[in-house]
T-cell receptor
């Protein structure tokens, strides 16, 4: 499978615990994005990387959230001290840098439930 | 006011009908327009993308952009039960094509 992959697919955690999600983008894509989607809403932009550089962060990304892409390949999104409001689907997407090729391809998402 | 507005539906049509899905937006800087399909509990799947104004056709799907009205549409011809899903529009602005703004999605149900 050459698409975007995400792990785990589901995560249930207790409030206050830390969680980490992983995203593996399409291999030739150098841009990687994280989104959050809640029920009945479209995805909301959180942050994006070009190679290993984090170029933009949304104000939605509070201090409890941190994302990394250490070698410009896979990325991790960590949420510290989870809150019930963090329950959502976390989506990863990737794209090329190539001019005119801005479309983003999404992974299946990680569904987080905070109890 | 959200930057991208989309009627949540649900929209229920019989098999074979022509479906029209729409989004409006407020940011005149939006230049790049996408339509995604999302099945329940899955990630969004890219259907079509267009740059600036005009029409684009791909099989049973046609995307239209009217920048003067800040209005985009997706038409599905000969709709099938397998088209039942939530359809999301997304767009990005000149100068920052990487930051996508999504509508909330329209849920479509095609009845056999």
């Amino acid at each position: 499978d050459t698409g975007v992959s995400q792990n785990p697919r589901h995560k249930i955690t207790k409030r206050g615990q830390n969680v980490t999600f992983r995203c593996d983008p399409i291999s030739e894509h150098n841009r990687l994005y994280w989104y959050r989607q809640t029920l009945g809403q479209g995805p909301e932009f959180l942050t994006y990387f070009q190679n290993e550089a984090q170029l933009e962060k949304s104000r939605l990304l509070s201090d409890r959230f941190s994302a990394e892409r250490p070698k410009g390949s896979f990325s991790t999104l960590e949420i510290q001290r989870t809150e019930q409001g963090d329950s959502a689907m976390y989506l990863c997407a990737s794209s090329l840098t190539q001019e005119g090729a801005y479309e983003q391809y999404f992974g299946p998402g990680t569904r987080l439930t905070v109890t | 006011q959200k930057e991208v507005e989309q009627d949540p539906g649900p929209l229920s049509v019989p098999e074979g009908a022509i479906v029209s899905l729409n989004c409006t937006y407020s940011n005149s800087a939006f230049q790049y327009f996408m339509w995604y399909r999302q099945y329940s509990r899955k990630g969004p799947e890219l259907l079509m993308y267009t740059y600036s104004s005009g029409n684009k056709e791909d099989g049973r799907f046609t995307a239209q952009v009217d920048k003067s009205s800040k209005y985009i549409s997706l038409f599905i011809r000969d709709s099938q039960p397998s088209d039942s899903a939530t359809y999301l529009c997304a767009m990005s602005a000149h100068g920052n094509f990487n930051k996508f703004y999504f509508g909330s999605g329209t849920k479509l149900n095609v009845k056999p």
